[in-house]
């Protein structure tokens, strides 16, 4: 018998993550995981944020459905809790805006009827994080995007992949790193 084990969650600032638009499955088994590839490469299934928890409601009508918004230095990541997210509802109802947060989950992406991409996450864990964690994950993720730039032009599958697909304008994703860590400076 196989254990599953989970994706890994990713590092991406919200702008990246806003540009994303290819999502694909590697096979065609019903549980297959579904990825999302970004402009820099990164292959993501699942997300480690971490920002400020600026608005969240609950949408739900006959049950708990909350959405939330966290902003990173670059944008906005799109939070939705439901029936299959207990922990994280639980956790996102205690939490008062505005608040820094860490936020581990899985990707959510589908096509509108105007056919664009839309790009959530569905949280597993919200945590409340102090400033220093939101900083050393800025930092964290700007090292990583860093990197993904750099190999973009590489041989491997996911660089070459966003290259053809996206078209990447690595000096578009350099000027993102360089908008978050000035963030820092500011604070």
């Known amino acids: 018998m196989s254990v599953k084990q989970r994706e890994v969650a990713r590092r991406v600032y919200a702008k990246e993550l806003s540009d994303s638009t290819l999502s694909y499955k590697e096979h065609d088994d019903t549980y297959a995981p579904q990825?999302?590839?970004?402009?820099?490469?990164?292959?993501?299934?699942?997300?480690?944020?971490?920002?400020?928890?600026?608005?969240?409601?609950?949408?739900?009508?006959?049950?708990?459905?909350?959405?939330?918004?966290?902003?990173?230095?670059?944008?906005?990541?799109?939070?939705?809790?439901?029936?299959?997210?207990?922990?994280?509802?639980?956790?996102?109802?205690?939490?008062?805006?505005?608040?820094?947060?860490?936020?581990?989950?899985?990707?959510?992406?589908?096509?509108?009827?105007?056919?664009?991409?839309?790009?959530?996450?569905?949280p597993e864990f919200i945590n409340v994080v102090d400033m220093e964690t939101r900083r050393r994950w800025i930092l964290e993720t700007a090292g990583k995007t860093l990197k993904r730039i750099a190999e973009i032009e590489s041989a491997s599958d996911e660089a070459a992949r966003a290259r053809d697909y996206y078209k990447t304008d690595k000096h578009t994703y350099v000027e993102m790193v360089v908008k978050a860590l000035k963030a820092l400076k500011t604070e």
């Open 35 to 122: 990825f999302l590839l970004t402009p820099t490469g990164a292959k993501c299934n699942r997300l480690f944020v971490v920002g400020t928890l600026t608005e969240k409601e609950n949408v739900g009508v006959d049950s708990d459905y909350w959405r939330a918004r966290i902003a990173d230095p670059t944008g906005v990541f799109a939070i939705y809790a439901g029936q299959y997210q207990q922990q994280a509802i639980t956790q996102l109802s205690s939490i008062e805006p505005p608040a820094f947060v860490a936020v581990v989950g899985k990707l959510n992406v589908y096509q509108t009827s105007d056919d664009q991409t839309k790009v959530s996450i569905r």
